[in-house]
């Protein structure tokens, strides 16, 4: 069983901030999409996906987007202040790079976000989706382990 | 070859395993850019610009080898580095198998959480879009903090004899490097909640007390079934349509409540010690009776389903039939009657454990 590292990489890029070129420092744009996408890596999200973001003539809060033709909405949401998302690459088995910048056994933290936007096909995400029992469970995780005083 | 799929068709199986293939054949570049547009013939198709995407991310993969994963965990990790986190498996305090948990071995702190479990939120239909990137996994990984003393109870336990905390959790077997840093920094006081300290000169040691330790477990259990009071979330909720959660939410009783809540917190102690959590706050053990009832016979159950129907009986939200859940539910003893009642109390227990469901703890 090995030790594997995690490397904060988000820090490094976002204190780059005062004119540095790097674009790291805003927040990313995260869209937990409902479908499966058999490829992994670099596309043009934010032309293609991101950007046709608009809100719902009906309800402004709900966003409309589409997929290949298929309209989707979606809604988006804060996790819980004391909570952030992070990406993180795991460099396990990509053997280029074990050589150069880092141990096969270390896991980078890319990307942070605080911000969220969850899609569904043919309904507004409620209270009955995962993402709603997610932020239930932390505020009770913290309940429930907080350390008892006396 | 499509490549992406709705959730609503078959359950995903991963053509090519999340595209580790493809890399074969690329030039070494910038060439990640098999976009999934790319495999979409109709309009997208050379529309997608390779050096305008890949310059967003840090470490730029030149394969698709790469894994990302989309964590969500307390900014308290990163304010004291991420640097310290060490990734251990440890014996789950419930179930005895190992799971993955996060230990944060920086010696400064003597506040704040000192472990983490890891657990996944299943979404096999879905992926993430992070900025001009496309993440696979559509699995959300969370880590929350988790009470070091649920791992100090069974170590304590199997013990008779009083012992220093060291010698408790290197003789149960716990990893090494959780134990030295439980050791570091455990207080006194907290172990005190669930074992009597003896303090002899030169050093001291610590014995399992069950009372106490059923002072303390009731103490989280009734926190936590005011926060779910507090909320309005009930066990029921995973099993009625999102059109009726407003009602179940006004019949939320404080048994219920609490009941709930003695599942949640039996997530982290076995068995025996649920059922004395139980009994401690007077609780009649429903649950246990639900489960075991397709087992055994009859026999004494008749009194136990008395009580059952009378706590079910507030409860005007649960279907009185499920032929949706029925297949989920292990095959019914035929000796015993299922009446509709039974099978609406089967299924109140299936759903106690809604929330764990989504957040089974993910062995390796």
């Known amino acids: 069983?090995?030790?594997?590292?995690?490397?904060?990489n988000t820090e490094s890029s976002s204190s780059e901030e005062n004119g540095s070129s790097k674009p790291v420092s805003k927040e990313v744009s995260v869209h937990h999409v409902p479908f499966k996408v058999e490829y992994e890596g670099q596309a043009n999200v934010e032309a293609k996906f991101s950007s046709n973001s608009v809100p719902a003539p009906s309800d402004s809060k709900v966003l409309i987007n589409q997929f290949r033709g298929r309209p989707l909405q979606g809604q988006k949401f804060d996790l819980p202040e004391s909570y952030e998302g992070l990406v993180a690459l795991d460099l396990k088995g990509s053997s280029q790079l074990?050589?150069?910048?880092?141990?096969?056994t270390e896991i980078s933290l890319v990307n942070r976000f605080e911000t969220m936007t969850y899609w569904n096909w043919d309904r507004v995400p409620s209270g009955m989706d995962k993402h709603v029992k997610l932020l239930d469970w932390m505020e009770l995780s913290k309940i429930l382990h907080e350390p008892a005083e006396d | 070859m499509p490549r992406a799929k709705s959730s609503s068709g078959s359950k995903s199986k991963k053509i090519d395993g999340g595209g580790t293939k493809s890399t074969g054949r690329k030039s070494k570049d910038t060439s990640v850019v098999d976009v999934d547009e790319g495999s979409d013939n109709d309009e997208a198709d050379g529309e997608v610009e390779q050096s305008e995407t890949t310059e967003h991310l840090p470490v730029a993969p030149k394969s698709t080898q790469a894994l990302r994963k989309v964590i969500i965990a307390p900014k308290d990790i990163r304010t004291h580095g991420w640097e310290n986190i060490e990734e251990c498996q440890i014996k789950h305090p419930k179930s005895g198998k190992k799971s993955l948990f996060l230990l944060d071995t920086g010696s400064s702190r003597c506040?704040?959480?000192?472990?983490?479990?890891?657990?996944?939120?299943?979404?096999?239909?879905?992926?993430?879009?992070?900025?001009?990137t496309v993440i696979s996994d559509g699995n959300m990984y969370i880590c929350t903090p988790v009470d070091p003393l649920f791992f100090v109870i069974p170590v304590m336990e199997k013990s008779s004899k009083a012992k220093s905390l060291i010698d408790?959790?290197?003789?149960?077997?716990?990893?090494?490097?959780?134990?030295?840093?439980?050791?570091?920094?455990?207080?006194?006081?907290?172990?005190?909640?669930?074992?009597?300290?003896?303090?002899?000169?030169?050093?001291v040691v610590f014995l399992y007390s069950e009372e106490k330790t059923l002072n303390w477990l009731s103490g989280k259990a009734e926190r936590v079934g005011k926060f779910l009071m507090d909320k309005g979330i009930s066990q029921a909720?995973?099993?009625?349509?999102?059109?009726?959660?407003?009602?179940?939410?006004?019949?939320?009783?404080?048994?219920?409540?609490?009941?709930?809540?003695?599942?949640?917190?039996?997530?982290?102690?076995?068995?025996?010690l649920k059922k004395k959590l139980l009994e401690k706050l007077g609780l009649p053990v429903l649950q246990e009776k639900a489960g075991t009832k397709r087992k055994s016979s009859l026999g004494d159950d008749d009194e136990n389903i008395n009580k059952k129907t009378k706590i079910s009986g507030d409860d005007p939200v649960m279907p009185l039939e499920d032929y949706g859940s029925s297949n989920s539910n292990t095959p019914v003893n035929k000796n015993v009657k299922v009446t509709a009642k039974e099978k609406e109390l089967q299924k109140a227990a299936q759903g106690s454990h809604s929330l764990f469901k989504f957040f089974a703890p993910k062995a390796k």
Request: with cysteine.
């Open chain 2, 111 to 132: 506040d704040g959480n000192l472990l983490f479990e890891v657990l996944s939120m299943q979404h096999d239909t879905r992926s993430w879009f992070v900025d001009n």
């Open chain 2, 237 to 272: 909720e995973s099993s009625v349509s999102s059109n009726f959660v407003k009602s179940s939410v006004e019949a939320l009783s404080k048994e219920d409540c609490l009941r709930y809540a003695c599942d949640i917190v039996g997530e982290y102690i076995d068995e025996t």
């Open chain 1, 98 to 104: 074990a050589d150069e910048t880092s141990k096969d």
């Open chain 2, 168 to 203: 408790h959790l290197i003789e149960g077997s716990l990893p090494k490097a959780v134990a030295e840093v439980l050791t570091k920094r455990l207080s006194h006081k907290q172990l005190e909640f669930v074992s009597i300290k003896k303090d002899f000169e030169d050093f």
């Open chain 1, 1 to 8: 069983m090995s030790q594997r590292k995690y490397v904060d």
